[in-house]
């Protein structure tokens, strides 16, 4: 039985990895015109808390710190739509939420769009990559199985998506076992109807050594994953986690020789709920030790206009903490959790280097969104604040870097998609003779080779869409967010908005939004906002709009109904969108960098 536990996990570190992309040669040997081979590793909810990043200072990251001795990080990079289905969805297809319509927990096949527009995986296979992956890719993976299926019905996937392991109370694992040692949270819950308590497992975390036990009711012992039992009996005698199992295949397929070009995608649960993992991480963070992020007792009080238009189960989850006593045990164990994730990622580069593929590797780390850790009154993700969005992006060129680098230019995930179409040389547009649609994102390769003054041809911003509450007429609220170097603005459904200086307020304690001194900054920001939103170029002029003698509370144009007829009419005319913008009490600004 494989283990990889004890010593191929350094314990020194702790790493924060959501998406590794690495691209490999076939040998050192290799023609020239060999293409460059893509290893893409992502992993869940994992926020800024990584060392370098300025997130939780706690955070021990050594096996990520080793890509950024390569490469180039990228310190303002951003989730498109911070909860995991919308956001894979655009990273996995480079175009916008707002454009395919996918904001919320919706199949990629529900957007006419997308449903005829190829994905990455799909655009690498039609040019002759060999497709390759395991773990959680696609937030639906059975509507994509057929990427990975080879003619002779064989597949190419490895183990498939498990957020284990779970109690094994007898039954099939779910979101609703909690671990036995936090089974007194369930009298702090009175709503059964409620997601904390439909979704009470995800509220859990515990080592694994804490092996579930409850003789009161038969058959609920020990650990269970992949619908079978996870058997543990000792730190070096047990069976792997879901994530060791995906390291284990990845690491085999970094370690053959493959005959073409391939694409490997590996998709890690750490750190998600719930929070089990090996004993010898959370021994990395004394729970008497433990530090509570940067809290202000009366942050929302500002935010009255629009915080019931935001999940609300966020804030729930983060008071039923407060109330039993948690939090701490909560920031222990979700930094265990990425120390265990960092392991992963220390198990592939291990391969990696020591394998046929080492020389031509581009390696881009990142996650599909952060996470809430009691920012803002706030546990979970599904905001339009930093710690929602904000997410690492390590980029490692082919050969590696002499010495690393940062660049702080907003980039989201939609840009990873040209990148390595950039990077392999692939047809810029996957989506000739189908939908025509041209990626959303644009490469950032020009700030790989130049991190200080690249040039390249996307935003000066990021551009994030959020669900948030359901309404009483049904539908979510959807709000946007532009992130550039210094501001974030926020446009909500029902006119409010944010705006945050993070060159003076990193933690967005104050919303600026209605300061006269700052309407300039605010006006430019939702201006850009809306250019993105109706298809505008970078370059593009931005339209004549009124001026306003005061600051006036816009109707959000960037309805539900706005978005769906978009998506499925790319062809909306851009004055269409512009009227609604300017029917929205759009005012001007002047020069404001974002």
């Not at 998406?19 to 490999?24: G, S, T």
């Not at 696609?138 to 990427?147: G, L, P, R, T």
């Not at 490469?443 to 790989?448: A, D, E, K």
């Not at 005319?573 to 029917?583: H, N, Y």
Request: aromatic residues 12%.
């Amino acid at each position: 039985m494989y283990i990889p536990f004890g010593s191929m996990f350094p314990r020194s570190g702790w790493a924060y990895l959501g998406l590794l992309i690495v691209f490999a040669s076939t040998g050192c040997s290799r023609p020239e015109s060999r293409r460059a081979n893509v290893l893409l590793v992502v992993f869940d909810d994992l926020n800024d808390s990584v060392e370098g990043m300025g997130g939780h200072p706690q955070a021990r990251t050594p096996n990520i710190d080793r890509l950024m001795e390569r490469g180039v990080q990228f310190t303002n990079a951003h989730s498109n739509a911070p909860i995991y289905a919308p956001s894979r969805a655009s990273l996995f297809s480079g175009i916008y939420s707002h454009n395919s319509g996918i904001i919320g927990f919706r199949r990629l096949g529900t957007s006419d769009l997308l449903k005829n527009s190829a994905t990455l995986f799909e655009h690498f296979k039609n040019n002759g990559y060999e497709v390759f992956g395991t773990g959680k890719l696609f937030h639906y993976h059975q509507e994509f199985a057929h990427i990975w299926e080879n003619a002779d019905g064989t597949s190419n996937y490895g183990p498939l998506t498990d957020y284990g392991p779970f109690p094994n109370n007898g039954e099939k694992a779910n979101m609703e076992v909690v671990h036995p040692s936090l089974k007194f949270i369930e009298k702090l819950i009175p709503d059964h109807e409620a997601k904390l308590w439909t979704a009470r497992g995800e509220h859990s975390f515990a080592p694994l050594s804490d092996v579930p036990d409850e003789p009161q009711y038969p058959g609920w012992h020990g650990w269970q994953s992949f619908g079978e039992r996870q058997e543990y009996r000792s730190e070096t005698d047990r069976d792997p986690m879901p994530d060791e199992r995906y390291s284990r295949w990845a690491a085999d397929m970094l370690q053959k020789p493959h005959s073409r070009p391939f694409i490997l995608g590996v998709g890690y649960m750490r750190p998600h709920t719930p929070l089990y993992v090996p004993q010898e991480y959370f021994d990395l963070f004394p729970l008497e030790d433990i530090q509570l992020p940067p809290y202000k007792e009366d942050d929302l009080d500002d935010c009255q206009e629009f915080v019931h238009l935001i999940l609300q189960y966020g804030f729930e989850r983060h008071e039923l903490y407060r109330k039993a006593d948690l939090w701490k045990r909560f920031i222990q164990a979700y930094l265990a959790a990425v120390a265990f994730a960092d392991a992963q990622v220390g198990v592939l580069l291990e391969a990696l280097d020591k394998g046929p593929h080492r020389d031509n590797t581009l390696i881009i780390l990142t996650s599909d969104h952060g996470f809430h850790m009691g920012e803002k009154r706030y546990n979970f993700k599904l905001t339009n604040w930093e710690e929602s969005t904000r997410v690492p992006f390590i980029v490692v060129p082919p050969g590696g870097r002499k010495s690393r680098a940062a660049c702080n230019h907003p980039i989201s995930l939609v840009d990873v998609y040209p990148t390595l179409v950039d990077y392999c040389g692939l047809p810029s547009n996957p989506n000739l003779g189908k939908s025509g649609h041209a990626l959303d994102g644009h490469s950032v390769r020009p700030f790989v080779e130049n991190p200080a003054a690249g040039k390249w041809d996307g935003p000066d911003v990021a551009l994030i869409a959020v669900y948030g509450e359901k309404k009483e007429e049904g539908g979510e609220y959807h709000n946007f967010s532009v992130r550039g170097e210094r501001w974030r603005y926020t446009l909500y459904e029902n006119g409010a908005e944010e705006l945050y200086d993070h060159r003076n307020d990193p933690n967005e304690w104050t919303n600026l939004a209605g300061a006269p001194e700052h309407a300039n900054a605010r006006a430019e920001l939702k201006r850009t906002l809306l250019n993105i939103w109706d298809g505008s170029s970078p370059a593009c002029p931005t339209p004549e709009l009124p001026v306003s003698g005061e600051l006036v509370r816009p109707i959000l144009p960037i309805t539900p109904a706005g978005c769906m007829n978009r998506a499925r009419n790319p062809a909306m005319k851009r004055s269409d969108a512009r009227r609604l913008g300017a029917a929205a009490g759009n005012d001007s600004g002047s020069g404001v960098v974002a």
